[in-house]
């Protein structure tokens, strides 16, 4: 990376402990990220050049309202690692505790961007040969339709910036391929993204699509709202590892199976990092004035060296900036009435997470 990338890191909240949190930022360090480390110090210990422990033992990663918590626990280390981001000593912002915990200390220091409806949570699913982004998968359990047309624009940003792809296709998640098809909200929302999106060198809406499709390696970003977007993740991750342990156990269920797995060993082993979702990083937390990513919980130092990085990518990349030029070029900005102070505070309903973690 070209120019050196600050990345706020709270270390409290994860299963496997603070320590572990560090020994992925000292990994990321080595990549050339610098890392601000917020957490028990006692805990944390030595740590790397490229990485400093800023003391801050205080978590909320368990508070059963993250609303309230991030609102009236200030020396929290989420909340001093989002107070970082906003003051512009880091670039961007990582946690893996409580993604309502991120979600609520990213609204009220961060602050939503210029524009923005809601923030949404976009993870690339790692369907082999062909990643998709779905979004949102648990920042909002509610949404309008044009919180969805915003999605839909901030996923394919994401995917053309940070994966590559060019024009991405966009699917709007529904029980049906047929535009008549979905809720009044998601018809809505139909109509909304087709007119948006005519015409746009951003993403092309392919209308839409069914559960299937997001592992069809047809499409490239799903939209969905945050409740259905949680639950298809888990669904997946569950199938996922309910397969990969019914191949394991098959390849070792006989003396003949045991050699046919030693020979497949080497293709089952690449298939299994492939899908580990470790690998992605975690999920963008995207719509805020910087950028976030959430880690699950019970990551390893690998998990979250990845999410480390994948946020000094994003921010590299200007993940921010282009997606905001993205939804001012659709008309997908909201305009805020006079006097009203756009991204000050949360709207309703934004801080109580379907929590991702």
Do not use: C, W
């Not at 320590?19 to 930022?25: F, H, T």
Request: glycine fraction near 14%; charge should be negative; proline fraction near 5%.
């Amino acid at each position: 990376m070209a120019d050196i990338v600050t990345i706020a890191v709270d270390a409290n909240g994860a299963d496997l402990g603070p320590a572990e949190v560090a020994a992925g930022a000292a990994i990321a360090a080595q990549q050339g990220v610098r890392v601000l480390l917020f957490g028990p110090a006692a805990q944390i210990g030595e740590v790397p050049d490229g990485v400093t422990v800023v003391d801050a033992p205080v978590s909320i990663a368990k508070a059963a309202d993250p609303a309230r918590a991030a609102r009236s626990t200030r020396d929290a280390s989420i909340v001093r690692a989002a107070q970082a981001v906003a003051n512009g000593e880091a670039d961007a912002l990582v946690s893996g505790g409580s993604t309502g915990a991120a979600l609520a200390a990213g609204l009220f220091n961060v602050k939503r961007g210029r524009g923005i409806h809601r923030p949404a949570l976009a993870i690339p699913i790692p369907i082999p040969g062909h990643p998709v982004t779905l979004l949102d998968v648990g920042a909002n359990a509610e949404v309008r339709p044009e919180h969805l047309v915003q999605f839909a624009f901030m996923g394919a940003v994401l995917s053309s910036t940070v994966l590559g792809v060019e024009r991405p296709r966009v699917g709007l998640l529904s029980n049906g391929t047929e535009a008549t098809r979905g809720t009044d909200t998601v018809l809505a929302a139909h109509a909304q993204l087709s007119e948006r999106a005519a015409g746009s060198g951003a993403l092309a809406f392919v209308g839409n699509v069914e559960g299937g499709d997001i592992t069809s390696g047809e499409l490239d970003v799903v939209v969905t709202d945050g409740f259905t977007g949680n639950v298809a993740l888990k669904l997946m991750e569950g199938v996922s590892k309910v397969l990969l342990g019914a191949v394991r156990d098959a390849a070792t269920s006989n003396a003949r199976s045991k050699v046919g797995g030693l020979l497949l060993k080497p293709a089952l082993g690449g298939l299994r990092d492939e899908l580990d979702p470790e690998g992605p990083g975690g999920a963008y937390l995207l719509g805020l004035r910087k950028l976030g990513v959430v880690p699950h919980g019970r990551f390893t130092r690998y998990g979250f060296s990845q999410a480390i990085l994948l946020a000094a990518r994003g921010v590299s990349a200007d993940l921010v900036g282009t997606t905001h030029a993205a939804l001012d070029a659709a008309g997908a900005l909201k305009r805020s009435p006079a006097g009203e102070k756009d991204g000050a505070a949360p709207l309703s309903g934004e801080a109580s997470s379907v929590s991702a973690s």
